[in-house]
């Protein structure tokens, strides 16, 4: 056999041509060649309404107002067409790291703040007595459904017999804050007499991330003496439920605010 003969393929460019090349590729412009940066919006800062500006004047930022002070500022600042909640927001000097610092417990308020709550109760027993007392009586369909992420109630109360099939469905009322729980009253077997408690407006306490605890308290349209003892009710579970071997103050600041109003700081000097 012969020789392989192979052939080079002149492929370099003219050193008068490069050299121009070189000249116009100087003179285009940076942003040709830059990657694409996409614009940053600048939003301009919120601005209240004038309504709101008139009514955060009324309130004193820097001062601590007693509870009864609080209460009748909350009530003047509100004056919405409609009957505004009020609420209590309670920043507590707990860890939010730590697993025995969260507080989960329940308070029945003396005065009913009058929400209607849509409960579903999972138990094999008493059930014409949970459905006279409006509530629906949880199934293997109402578990399909809430396993489809469709929750329709409000609140959860089940027996320690249907804990276990609940458990499949923890991941989607975890996060909700409505799998049922012993400490917040929710697991237990007589649904009937909890069914009741909660129907009377007994309500679920639990710290948040930060941790605080904010829930409401009542209506403007309820009398100062009732959102006293709304506020005071809150106050003493709290106080019941302090992590076991906690020494520092329970209670950093607590707030009231109605609904589209400025927040009020209370004097928590009392409530420690």
Request: glycine fraction near 6%; aromatic fraction near 4%; hydrophobic fraction near 30%.
């Amino acid at each position: 056999m012969g020789q392989v003969r192979t052939k080079v393929i002149e492929t370099a460019i003219d050193p008068e041509h490069q050299k121009k090349i070189e000249e116009i590729e100087k003179k285009k412009p940076v942003a040709e060649y830059a990657p694409s940066e996409k614009k940053k919006q600048v939003h301009p800062p919120k601005s209240r309404g004038k309504r709101y500006k008139q009514l955060s004047a009324l309130v004193d930022k820097t001062k601590e107002y007693p509870l009864e002070e609080a209460i009748e500022l909350a009530q003047k600042t509100a004056n919405t067409k409609f009957d505004s909640s009020i609420e209590a927001h309670i920043n507590l000097g707990l860890s939010a790291e730590k697993q025995e610092h969260q507080i989960r417990t329940s308070v029945t308020l003396p005065h009913q703040v009058g929400k209607k709550t849509k409960m579903v109760v999972f138990s094999s027993k008493q059930k014409e007595e949970i459905k006279k007392l409006g509530a629906e009586i949880g199934t293997e369909t109402t578990l399909k459904e809430i396993e489809a992420g469709k929750v329709k109630f409000d609140k959860i109360i089940a027996d320690s017999t249907w804990m276990p099939k609940l458990a499949k469905v923890a991941k989607v009322l975890g996060p909700k804050g409505m799998m049922p729980n012993p400490k917040s009253g929710t697991v237990t077997d007589d649904p009937v007499s909890t069914l009741k408690e909660f129907s009377k407006g007994k309500m679920e306490l639990k710290t948040e991330k930060f941790p605080v605890i904010h829930l409401q308290i009542g209506k403007v349209s309820f009398k100062p003496s009732q959102l006293k003892e709304n506020y005071e009710a809150v106050i003493n579970v709290i106080h019941t439920a302090r992590p076991e071997g906690f020494k520092k103050a329970l209670i950093k600041s607590t707030y009231l605010c109605t609904t589209m109003g400025p927040s009020i700081k209370i004097q928590t000097s009392s409530l420690n």
